[in-house]
Each structure stands twice: as structure tokens, then as C-alpha cells.
């Protein structure tokens, strides 16, 4: 019983990172909050498959991507839903002066390849090392490393950014666009 409440509070504890990353894959607010319900659902039955020891974190966002690529081929095999198209185009939202450099960043990530975008999402905003998301994506080191790499420079070619100037010195912004923060 003990256990299961240690565990529970780890499962909550995870859920802002777990919603961060299932929304730069899913690009949908309400597919997001769908695939980390079944990640924890699926941890919470799998519990006891869990090594405790290990990486939790790193345990729960691997159920959350491949709960997302097997979401995605499956809705590859479905009809689209016109409304849920429809509803997003009709749906007007304030604008914001901030708000214009974060949906620039958003469109950019976008443009990249999915196995970048995935990378860049989990090394700099969801601040695992690159041997957990090696772990998570199912590949070397290296090629996490060659992914976040050229990841940045497209971000950077794709925004105009030539420095810090641009894109401003906080610690979030530093580390996805990989310079240091003194």
C-alpha cells in the first residue's frame, strides 16, 4: 500500500513534463491531456514491471511516445473528422504581444523533422540527458546528439537568429538553443 502511494505521487509528479511532451508531438491540446491519461494509465497497471531504482521519468515518457506512434497509426487508418478541423479554424484566440515569438518558435519547431523535434523537446525543454533520451527514442547516444545538433541550427536558420540578441538570455531559451546562461 505504501509503495502504491509513493508511486502515485511520482505518476503526479511527472504529469506537467509528461503534458509538455505529448503536446510538442500531438501539436493538440486535447490529444495531449488523451495520451497522458493512457501513459498513466498504462504505468499505473504496469506498475509492477517498474524497476523502482530507475529512471521514472524516463520509464513514463517511453510509454508516452509509443502510445503516441501507435495513436498515429492507428489514426492513419481512420477517416478524419471534419468538425474537430472545422472548430479549430473558428476558434479566435486574444492576441498577445509575448505571444507572437512563442507561436513563431511553435511554427518552427513544427518544420522540423519529427525525429528532431523529439529530441530537441526532450534535451532542452524536458531537460533529459542525452543517454535518457537515447533511452526513450530507442538509439545511440549519438544520434540524439546529431538530432538536437542539427535541430538547433534549423531552428536558428528558420527564426534568423544569430545570437543570444536575438532570442534573449533566460535559461529555457539557452538550453534549447544550446549556448550557456552566465
Not at 504529469?15 to 491519461?37: E, T
Not at 479554424?89 to 523529439?118: I, N, T
Request: aromatic share 6%; with cysteine; hydrophobic share 40%.
Amino acid at each position: 500500500m505504501a509503495a502504491s502511494l509513493g508511486f502515485k505521487g511520482d505518476l503526479l509528479a511527472a504529469i506537467p513534463g509528461l503534458r509538455a511532451f505529448a503536446m510538442s508531438l500531438s501539436q493538440n491540446a486535447d490529444r495531449a491531456d488523451d495520451l497522458v491519461q493512457e501513459t498513466l494509465v498504462k504505468a499505473w497497471d504496469k506498475q509492477s514491471s517498474f524497476q523502482p531504482g530507475t529512471n521514472l521519468k524516463a520509464w513514463l515518457f517511453t510509454i508516452l511516445r509509443n502510445e503516441f506512434y501507435s495513436q498515429m497509426r492507428k489514426r492513419g487508418r481512420e477517416v478524419q473528422d471534419s468538425d474537430g478541423l472545422l472548430t479549430a479554424r473558428l476558434a479566435v484566440h486574444p492576441s498577445q504581444p509575448g505571444r507572437l515569438d512563442l507561436d513563431d518558435f511553435r511554427k518552427a519547431l513544427e518544420q522540423l523533422p519529427e525525429d528532431q523535434r523529439e529530441a530537441i523537446i526532450l534535451i532542452g525543454a524536458s531537460g533529459f540527458s542525452y543517454e535518457e533520451a537515447a533511452e526513450i527514442c530507442g538509439c545511440a547516444v549519438g544520434t540524439i546528439k546529431s538530432r538536437v545538433s542539427r535541430a538547433r541550427n534549423r531552428l536558428q536558420e528558420i527564426l534568423d537568429i544569430s545570437g543570444e540578441a536575438d532570442y534573449g538570455p533566460d535559461a529555457i531559451a539557452a538550453q534549447v538553443m544550446g549556448s550557456t546562461v552566465s
